[in-house]
Nanobody, 128 residues
Framework: QVQLVESGGGLVQAGGSLRLSCATS????????MGWFRQAPGKEREFVAA????????FYADSVKGRFTISRDNAKNTVYLQVNSLTPEDTAVYYCAATKSTYASATYCRSSSNYAYWGQGTQVTVSS
């Protein structure tokens, strides 16, 4: 089992930044592909970003490319999402997720069905 706990969300003005953290525990975190998803009110959960176990490859949704950065520290069993240049459209609950695999591709990482473990989410609210 893998337990995921997100933190770092909050209320921020448009143009601001936050760093979201996802602390993990349980089975070997460092071998798993990790991702971030988000869900806005009344909308489906959508892919945001993902990283391979080594961090050598990262994948982003087009809507956040150039503004968000995913990273991981395997020594701390933590994955991060730096979110910059926020807009009200980024308002959502952000979820950290872990696959059961070291495999990663752009298509694979974008599908929520490939993630076996999920955190409880952290709210990000961007005011205009």
């Amino acid at each position: 089992q893998v337990q995921l706990v997100e933190s770092g969300g909050g209320l921020v003005q448009a143009g601001g930044s936050l760093r979201l953290s996802c602390a993990t525990s349980g089975r070997t975190f460092s071998s798993l592909t990790m991702g971030w998803f988000r869900q806005a009110p009344g909308k489906e959960r959508e892919f945001v970003a993902a990283t391979t176990w080594s961090g050598d490859r990262t994948f982003y949704a087009d809507s956040v490319k150039g503004r968000f950065t995913i990273s991981r520290d395997n020594a701390k069993n933590t994955v991060y999402l730096q979110v910059n240049s926020l807009t009200p459209e980024d308002t959502a609950v952000y979820y950290c997720a872990a696959t059961k695999s070291t495999y990663a591709s752009a298509t694979y990482c974008r599908s929520s069905s490939n993630y076996a473990y999920w955190g409880q989410g952290t709210q990000v609210t961007v005011s205009s």
